[in-house]
C-alpha cells in the first residue's frame, strides 16, 4: 500500500508514523501536484484536514484511487459555517471520500455526518522523549501563537504576578515587557522536543483546543503539565501511535 498524504503538518507527522510501520508513505505540505497524473503511483490520496480541492477529489476518484479526508480542527469549524455554493462544493468533495476521519468525537458530532471513524493525530512517542538538558532550564514553557484563543492576558498577568519564574512565550510576539519572560519565535516541530527538554513545566490556557498534542508531548519528555487548570498525568492510549497507527492502517487497508 502506498499512500500519499497532504493538506497540513499533520501530514508530514502521519507520513513518518507510517514509515516506521512499513508503510510507503508520503507526505506534501503545502501541495504542489496538481495534475491526476502524480497520483497514478498511490493506492490511497489521503487529505489531512479537509481541503477544498475538487482537483484532488476528482484525481482520486478518475484514477480508481482511494480518497480519505481527516478533520482535524478549524477546517470542520469552516465547514460547519458555509452556506451556499461552498458548501455544495465542500459536501460533493465528502460524498467522493472513501472514508472520513475525525480527531476527536466532538469534531465527528460538529461535521454531522453519519460517516466517518474517530483517529486521533498520535504522538511520536520515538520523538518525544526525556533527554538531559546541558545548561540551566527555565521554569515554564507557554505557547501562545493566537492571543485570544491562547488567553495572554492569562500569562501576562501570570508573569507580573510570579517575578520569581522564568517564562518561555512560544509562537507570539507578545505586547508585554517583563524581565523574567522571553519569547521564543515559530519552531520546527522536529526541534520541538529540544524546547520542551529546556523547561520544567508547561502551562496551557486555553478557550478552544482543536486536536491539543502539546500537553502530552510535553509529559512524555518529562515535564509537569497544567491544562486549563488541571494537572495532567497520563497520555491517553489513543494519543500514542503503538495504540492509533495500527488502527489507521488497518482502516486504510480495509479501502482496498
Known amino acids: 500500500m502506498k499512500v500519499f498524504l497532504t493538506g497540513s503538518l499533520n501530514a508530514e507527522i502521519l507520513a513518518r508514523q507510517l514509515r516506521y510501520y512499513g508503510v510507503d508513505a508520503q507526505a506534501d505540505l503545502p501541495l504542489k501536484f496538481l495534475g491526476s497524473s502524480f497520483f497514478r503511483s498511490f493506492d490511497v490520496i489521503y487529505s489531512v484536514c479537509f481541503l477544498r480541492s475538487l482537483t484532488l477529489a476528482f484525481s482520486s476518484k478518475?484514477?480508481?484511487?482511494?480518497?480519505?479526508?481527516?478533520?482535524?480542527?478549524?477546517?470542520?469549524?469552516?465547514?460547519?459555517?458555509?452556506?451556499?455554493?461552498?458548501?455544495?462544493?465542500?459536501?460533493?468533495?465528502?460524498?467522493?471520500c472513501d472514508e472520513i476521519l475525525y480527531v476527536t468525537d466532538e469534531l465527528k458530532q460538529l461535521v454531522g455526518l453519519e460517516k466517518g471513524k474517530v483517529i486521533p493525530i498520535p504522538i511520536d512517542t520515538k520523538m518525544f522523549r526525556q533527554k538531559e538538558y546541558d545548561g540551566e532550564k527555565r521554569d515554564i514553557l507557554y505557547y501562545c501563537p493566537n492571543?485570544?484563543?491562547?488567553r495572554e492576558n492569562w500569562i501576562a498577568k501570570y508573569a507580573k504576578d510570579h517575578p520569581e519564574k522564568t517564562i518561555s512565550i512560544l509562537g507570539s510576539h507578545h505586547s508585554f515587557d517583563l524581565p523574567n519572560v522571553k519569547s521564543i519565535p515559530h519552531m520546527p516541530y522536529h526541534q520541538m522536543p529540544k524546547v520542551y527538554n529546556m523547561h520544567r513545566c508547561l502551562i496551557r490556557m486555553t478557550i478552544h483546543d482543536g486536536c491539543p498534542k502539546m500537553p502530552y508531548e510535553a509529559l512524555l519528555?518529562?515535564?509537569?503539565?497544567i491544562w486549563n487548570g488541571q494537572r495532567v498525568t497520563a497520555v491517553p492510549k489513543e494519543m500514542l501511535m503503538e495504540d492509533t497507527i495500527p488502527n489507521l492502517i488497518s482502516i486504510l487497508e480495509s479501502l482496498k
Not at 479526508?69 to 458548501?87: L, M, N, P, Q
Not at 492571543?147 to 491562547?150: M, R, S, T, V
Not at 519528555?221 to 503539565?225: A, D, E, N, W
Open 62 to 96: 478518475s484514477l480508481g484511487k482511494k480518497f480519505v479526508v481527516h478533520f482535524i480542527g478549524s477546517d470542520a469549524f469552516e465547514y460547519t459555517v458555509e452556506r451556499g455554493f461552498e458548501k455544495a462544493i465542500s459536501n460533493l468533495i465528502l460524498k467522493m
Open 147 to 150: 492571543p485570544e484563543i491562547y
Open 221 to 225: 519528555c518529562g515535564l509537569g503539565v
